[in-house]
């Protein structure tokens, strides 16, 4: 005799959701994005053929901000031209990264990264050489976005 399998219930939680599930989704797309980054980076510079990457648990939870921070921008720019949309989207980001690394350097003493050496920095904490690749990565993340909250996604750039 074959038992039917029963839904579960609504009120048991096999993981993290809504809200939850999208931080979590956010932190480990920037994580992942963060080590590809760094390994591919690095072998420019050093032709290192064994990619080493690095990145910092820190990072987690600051890429976990997209989540109530991206989201709203996104959803206030959907339909805008994708010029404007990327701007803000590499703004954003840098202001982010400004911010949560000069709170770092308060609370622990340091941020996971040191820009000092590079010659387009500030306080060593943002590279405006880097605004195109973080605009890119918010063009990137409005997918992400709209598969977390279960829309479709044209894939065009402009929509």
């Known amino acids: 005799m074959r038992v039917p399998l029963q839904p579960v219930s609504p009120r048991v939680r096999l993981g993290p959701t809504g809200s939850g599930r999208r931080f979590f989704a956010y932190g480990l797309a920037g994580w992942c994005a963060e080590v590809a980054f760094t390994g591919v980076h690095d072998f420019l510079r050093s032709r290192d053929p064994r990619l080493p990457s690095r990145t910092s648990l820190w990072m987690f939870p600051i890429y976990g901000l997209a989540s109530p921070l991206f989201e709203p921008l996104h959803e206030a720019l959907r339909g805008k031209p994708v010029v404007l949309r990327a701007a803000a989207y590499g703004c954003g980001f840098m202001s982010v990264e400004y ?27 943002v590279r405006l050489d880097y605004l195109p690749l973080w605009a890119v990565a918010g063009l990137a993340a409005e997918r992400l976005h709209d598969a977390l909250r279960g829309r479709p996604s044209s894939g065009i750039p402009g929509t």
């Open 99 to 125: 911010a949560t690394g000069s709170l770092l350097r308060r609370l622990i003493g340091d941020a996971p990264w040191d820009y000092s050496d590079a010659s387009l920095q500030v306080n060593g904490l």
